[in-house]
Each structure stands twice: as C-alpha cells, then as structure tokens.
C-alpha cells in the first residue's frame, strides 16, 4: 500500500496525521460534542420545504454572496451587527481555513494556547504557516504572563478557543482585550460553544478593532452539525479579504436555504440549550461519589479527571454502546452532554465501572 513517501507531497505535511475523531454507530455517541436532541419535527418540515424549493433552480449558480443568510445571521446576533459583517462557509473549520490562507501562509506564525482544538495545527500548517502554542496553566487558565508572551511570539494570527475546547474553559471579555492589546496580527475568538456560556460574546468588542475576529458555528447549539454552516462576525474589509481567497459559490443554494429555515426556527432549535446546561450540572455533581472531579465547563461537554486508566474506562463505555473521547489528556475522558436519559444512563454506567 502506498504512504505519502511515495508521493510529492509537501515535506512539512509528511509527518502530519488527519483529523479523525471515530465515527462508530452506537446507542449514545457522545464524542463529537453534537446536540443529541436534534432537529424538531415541525423545524425540520419547515427546512425540508425551503431545501425543496431551491431543486427546480440548481441549474444555477446559488448568489455568491449568500446575502439573505447573512441578513438571518446579522439579525440572530444582534449587537447593531450588519449583515456586511457577517461571512460564512461550509462549517467554521472552512472559515478558519479561509482566514488562515488570507492572513497567516508560508513566514507567518499563528499562536494559539494548548491544550486546545486540535484543527488549529492542522490548518495552520496547511497553509504553510508556523504554529505555536502557548501552554495553558495547569488548570487551563492562561498563564499569568500571557500578553507578554504573545508580544514575544509576534503572531500574524492569534486564535483563542472561548470556550476552550477540549478543556471547557472560558475566559474574560478583559483577556480578550489583552490578547487584542498584545498582538499586532488577526485576533480570533472562536466561539463555537457561546449559546453555553454564561459570559458575554466578544461581538461587542468588534467597534473599533479592525482585527478582531468572532468565529461561530451552528454545529452545536443549533443541533446542524450535518449542514455544515459556520460564520465569523468582524470588520466588513476582513469579509473582503476572504473574497480574495474563497473558491467561487462555495455556499451551496441547498446550504443556505436550510440554514435560513433554521434560524427563523432559532428559538425551537436552541430550546434545548438549558436542558444540556441541566445535564451537564447533574453529570458534574455526581461525578465526586465517584472519586473523579470535572473540570469547569461553559460548554455542552465535560472534561472529567481522575480516571486511573482512561483507555480501559473508554473501551469499557464502548462496550455499553456509549462513545466518548480520549483527548490526550492523562487521566481524563471528555463527554458530550447527551439528552437527560443518555447522561442519567452515562452517571450509572460509570458508577458501575468505578466501582469495579
């Protein structure tokens, strides 16, 4: 079988292994940190409908500006965002991609805090960037001298996880503004898991700082992982230098019609929302008659410590049908809150394997 060393392949890809989290058919997948409660019956009668009205059209070409959708997005947010603030792609991964190839490349350096998102990396160096990353404290705070480090490292992109996943942490409106402060290049906040934090969005940061950056998904809290629709929030120029870098009519008319549908449905899809943050205090507060501890989570997943051998305890789970996700983190699993049956099911399961 044939390996990249017997391609061309670029040489600082060679040592570099895809994303690749499992995809197994189990009862109670909670490793991806989707929303297990899905799409509403009458939301997804609604989405079906406008998907359907787009097929008579496909023999075009969809608006290349996904401008109606944009108007969705801006109006969804709020804050005085105007639609030409707003840009989406085929997830935030993509987003992510198109802004690393307009502002980092070959002799850039893109910084980041780890642990954190593991496609950081990946997309830095596929662009030919430099990836740093700044080790967390031991609690993954950041540590006490981070603006001084960022304005050591020099990044033309500095990208925070807020919430960090896969730790949960989230971080002050004031530390973004000193990760603003300290850093000369793109700022940006990726906030994929914000429908599940208490704090604020750094969207109100936006006025005034030209290269701040508010990355967003509705993987998560909008149960449209399968869609595949992230968007950013920033200065209208930074939407014009992703024109530069965009493949044509990257947003299919099927895409942007489903997610519209979806957003005039946003109060049924995000109802689920405080059911999780329920869940997620139920799974932590069982969690210490177990002897293991979460750490603080903003998110729609916990990260739990104190297993004495997480790769036993996840091939344990597995064989219950429940699929969570080794991060690489020493003594800890990272689970995705469920709906209230999966998670009460999780508790008594791990109870269970605790005890033997």
């Known amino acids: 079988m044939a390996s990249f060393q017997d391609l061309p392949i670029r040489d600082d890809l060679r040592d570099l292994t895809p994303y690749g ?20 019956d009458e939301v997804a009668a609604s989405i079906a409908a406008a998907v359907n009205k787009e097929i008579a059209g496909l023999h075009r070409y969809p608006d290349r500006e996904f401008s ?28 992510l991609q198109q802004l690393f190839m307009a502002f980092g490349g070959p002799g850039r350096r893109v910084v980041s ?11 830095a160096k596929s662009v030919g960037s430099e990836y740093l990353a700044i080790p967390r404290a031991e609690d993954f705070s950041l540590p006490e001298n981070f603006a001084a480090l960022l304005t050591d490292a020099a990044p033309d992109i500095t990208i925070i996880c807020r919430p960090n996943n896969p730790t ?27 429908e599940f934090s208490e704090l604020p969005s750094a969207v109100q940061l936006l006025p005034g700082r030209n290269r701040l950056v508010v990355l967003r998904t509705m993987s998560k ?11 950013l929030v920033a200065d209208s120029i930074v939407s014009d230098a992703l024109r530069l870098v965009r493949l044509p009519y990257h947003l299919s008319a099927l895409t942007q019609a489903a997610a519209i549908a979806s957003i005039d449905h946003v109060d049924a899809l995000l109802a689920s929302v405080e059911a999780i943050k329920n ?28 297993f004495k051998d997480p790769k036993a305890t996840f091939t344990a789970l597995l064989e219950k049908g429940i699929l969570v996700r080794n991060v690489g983190i020493g003594n800890t699993l990272r689970i995705s809150i469920g709906t209230e049956a999966e998670i009460a099911e999780i508790i008594e399961t791990l109870a269970k394997l605790q005890d033997n």
């Open 221 to 231: 809290a909008f149960s449209y992982a399968g869609t595949r629709l992230g968007y």
């Open 68 to 95: 109606l959708l944009r108007e969705r997005l801006a109006t969804y947010i709020g804050q005085g965002v105007n639609p030409d603030q707003i840009w989406a792609a085929n997830g935030s991964n993509e987003v």
């Open 21 to 40: 989290a499992p995809q197994l058919e189990v009862r109670i997948p909670v490793n991806v940190n989707e929303n297990n409660y899905g799409i509403p």
């Open 168 to 194: 949960g942490t989230n971080h002050s409106l004031e530390e973004i503004v000193e990760i603003y402060s300290a850093s000369k290049g793109m700022v940006i906040v990726d906030e994929a898991y914000q």
């Open 279 to 306: 869940s997620r205090e139920e799974l932590v507060n069982a969690l210490p008659s177990m002897g293991l501890s979460a750490y603080p989570s903003s998110t729609n997943f916990v990260l739990i410590d104190g």
């Open 113 to 123: 805090f780890s642990p954190t998102y593991s496609m950081y990396p990946l997309i």
